[in-house]
């Protein structure tokens, strides 16, 4: 059965997408704790991050870092904030969160955006990924 993060991965469900490359995917979460919130995900279906091999591993967090570093070059912050919790869905993901202070890593929190501000939040973050990594 295929998880709610394989659906968006295959466009089976919208998302607000920032990059994707034959083996991963990132998006924005829609529950986000602060404005930029990304979700990264491998494509293949596997429910903790040390489940995967070594070489699956390396290269998730090599996409991982380049998504961050376009979200550090769009939105306000002084670093980005990384979480792999792997409560929520069972299907690894890695949280990426632009952030200036240590609070803003808080998941109790939870910010409200309008469509228009995700998809333009989205759009930046993909225009910066792509212009440094495509």
């Keep these: 059965m295929s998880t ?3 659906k968006i991965a295959a466009g089976e469900i919208p998302s607000y997408k920032v990059a994707a490359d034959d ?10 704790v602060v404005p930029g919130h ?12 040390f489940k995967l091999t070594d070489e699956e591993y ?3 967090m090599l996409f991982a870092k ?10 306000p912050c002084k670093r980005i ?9 069972p299907h690894s993901h890695i949280h990426l969160l632009p952030i200036s202070t240590e609070g803003d890593m808080n998941f109790r929190n939870k910010v409200q ?7 333009a939040i ?3 973050i993909a225009a910066k990924y792509s212009e440094m990594f495509e």
């Design 113 to 119: 955006l309008p469509a228009e501000e995700m998809q």
């Design 58 to 60: 390396q290269a998730y």
């Design 38 to 49: 990304v979700l990264v995900i491998p494509r293949k279906e596997v429910d903790y991050i």
């Design 122 to 124: 989205a759009d930046a």
């Design 23 to 32: 083996k991963h995917y990132a998006f924005l979460d829609i529950n986000p």
């Design 4 to 6: 709610i993060f394989s």
């Design 66 to 75: 380049r998504v961050a570093a376009a979200l550090e070059a769009t939105m």
């Design 81 to 89: 904030g990384v979480a792999v919790i792997g409560m929520e869905v």
